[in-house]
């Protein structure tokens, strides 16, 4: 536990530090190729046939790229760009183990996407109108960040989500294990609110270069 404590803060404190070392403010999502050229990264999009494979880095030659599976969901792409931006960081890494360095990653993603303050704001703002589940498709929407990472950080600053344990609990006994958290949220999504866009691949093909840039 002390572990995992110690990856959490260093990955969040590499997160504010970036965000602030940039002067940015909000969900950055939907601007994160921008943000990706202030970094001098190159980012690349490329058929990886494993589902599972969401994208890697490399430095080579002092340049360094990013390099993305272009057949995942738009929210997945934006959340591995900035799971892979961690690991290019020429800052202090978690290097116990290959396993704790991910996890580093992955939070970092989730506090450079989805800001402490930022969610916790928004949610409040609108829980005065609004279900939990109907926030977290929101914050999801404009921080371009995936459902399940949203929840997540729902439960770790505390957030009321007892519609959407509800809802993730009556999905998945109907699903069993055939699909992944993710996968669940975008079914209930689609039976309550109707489809979004960013869950769309196919389009997200044609469209995540123009979109994101």
Excluded at 22 to 49: Q, T
């Amino acid at each position: 536990m002390k572990n995992e404590k110690k990856v959490h803060d260093l990955a969040n404190s590499v997160a504010v530090s970036l965000r602030s070392e940039l002067n940015i403010k909000g969900f950055v999502g939907s601007v994160i190729g921008v943000i990706i050229d202030r970094l001098n990264i190159n980012l690349m999009f490329i058929h990886i046939d494993d589902s599972k494979a969401k994208g890697f880095s490399a430095e080579v030659r002092n340049y360094q790229h990013i390099y993305i599976n272009k057949n995942d969901y738009i929210r997945t792409q934006v959340f591995t760009i900035a799971h892979e931006i961690y690991h290019l960081l020429d800052k202090e890494v978690y290097e116990e183990s290959l396993s704790a360095d991910e996890r580093a990653a992955d939070h970092f993603a989730a506090c450079f996407l989805l800001p402490e303050d930022e969610v916790i704001d928004f949610y409040h703002y609108e829980k005065k109108r609004r279900t939990d589940l109907e926030i977290l498709y929101m914050i999801s929407d404009i921080s371009y960040t995936p459902y399940e990472t949203v929840y997540r950080r729902f439960k770790e600053l505390s957030l009321a989500t007892k519609i959407i344990d509800k809802e993730l609990k009556k999905s998945k006994d109907i699903f069993k294990s055939s699909l992944d958290t993710e996968e669940v949220f975008v079914k209930i999504r689609n039976e309550n609110f109707g489809e979004s866009i960013l869950d769309n691949t196919s389009w997200n093909k044609k469209n995540l270069v123009s979109l994101i840039s």
